[in-house]
């Protein structure tokens, strides 16, 4: 009974391991980004409605 991996069992057991890190990274940046332009929006919404609270109102036109 051999004890060890063959060169295939090797090269498979490397090509799953990249895979799921791949698949995790991947998955990871995705929500990260995600997170990220939820927060810029936020950011943008909040600036919006303090420049419209804030601004004087447009003349009125004759």
Same mark, same amino acid.
């Given at each position: %009974? @051999?004890?060890?991996?063959? $060169?295939? @069992?090797?090269? #498979?057991?490397?090509?799953?391991?990249?895979?799921?890190?791949?698949?995790?990274?991947? %998955?990871?940046?995705?929500?990260?980004?995600?997170?990220? $332009?939820?927060?810029?929006?936020?950011? $943008?919404?909040?600036?919006?409605?303090? #420049?419209?609270?804030? #601004?004087?109102?447009?003349?009125?036109?004759?």
């Amino acid at each position: %009974m @051999q004890k060890g991996f063959t $060169l295939i @069992q090797t090269v #498979a057991t490397a090509g799953v391991f990249s895979a799921v890190s791949f698949w995790y990274g991947f %998955m990871f940046g995705r929500e990260s980004a995600r997170k990220e $332009l939820n927060d810029l929006i936020e950011n $943008l919404r909040r600036s919006s409605s303090d #420049a419209t609270s804030t #601004a004087p109102p447009p003349p009125e036109q004759s």
